[in-house]
């Protein structure tokens, strides 16, 4: 059974400060795809992870997938309080279903 | 408007009833999902469909039951409502092809109280 373990789970971080939030996984996967949601809000799609190596960049965040460690990353530089959210990874399970992480909750302070 | 649409947006209901969650899609896609969150639990898969005809069981399917009545509909009912069901439930769709396979697209959700 396929487990996704997020770390950390909360984060309260200063603006201009840079962290990164870990998503490992416990089976074979090769796509793995990042969300943020704002409290009471849907989940909106970030990063789509597609092979081992991959990395893709917006704005400030920053996603990398290494299939070999079943580990993806989500980098923040100089963060800024409007990234202040809930950002799930969710790994492919086969071909047909997505497992999420529990999210982390990302604050940050002025 | 939106891709993925939910009603109603915010239900209270009493143990007991049977309530139904509809989700509607413009986006044109076969498959659709069911989820529910709960604090500190991440997203849980109730149940998903690949095109009308297929129906299957996700992780936390007891108590749910679903029809999917077209490509575009598909309803979550709750036979008979308690109250650890109350949660946020969100509809989402994707699209097999292309290179963004499986990708995710979610409503609006709904938040079930149930008392």
């Known amino acids: 059974e396929l487990k996704v373990e997020q770390n950390p789970l909360f984060l309260s971080m200063q603006e201009g400060k840079n962290y990164t939030i870990y998503c490992n996984y416990s089976?074979?996967?090769?796509?793995l795809y990042w969300y943020r949601q704002d409290p009471g809000k849907s989940l909106e799609s970030l990063f789509v992870l597609l092979s081992n190596g991959a990395v893709k960049q917006e704005g400030r965040l920053m996603a990398s997938l290494d299939t070999k460690a079943r580990l993806s990353t989500l980098h923040i530089t100089a963060a800024v309080h409007d990234l202040s959210a809930t950002y799930f990874c969710?790994?492919?399970?086969?071909?047909?279903?997505?497992?999420f992480g529990q999210g982390t909750r990302l604050t940050i302070n002025p | 408007d939106a891709d993925v649409t939910q009603t109603p947006r915010n239900r209270i209901t009493k143990t007991g009833k049977r309530i139904m969650l509809e989700c509607s899609q413009t986006k044109g896609h076969d498959r659709m999902y069911w989820y529910r969150q709960d604090p500190g639990l991440g997203l849980r898969l109730i149940y998903y469909?690949?095109?009308?005809?297929?129906?299957n069981k996700g992780e936390i399917s007891d108590g749910y039951s679903v029809s999917r009545q077209a490509q575009a509909k598909f309803s979550l009912s709750l036979e008979s409502a308690i109250p650890n069901q109350t949660a946020l439930y969100f509809c989402?769709?994707?699209?097999?092809?292309?290179?963004?396979?499986?990708?995710?697209?979610f409503g609006p959700g709904t938040r079930l109280t149930v008392l």
């Open positions: 089976t074979t996967s090769d796509r």
């Open positions: 469909s690949f095109d009308v005809k297929d129906i």
């Open positions: 969710a790994v492919l399970q086969g071909a047909q279903k997505l497992v």
């Open positions: 989402a769709t994707s699209d097999p092809q292309g290179a963004a396979y499986n990708e995710q697209f």
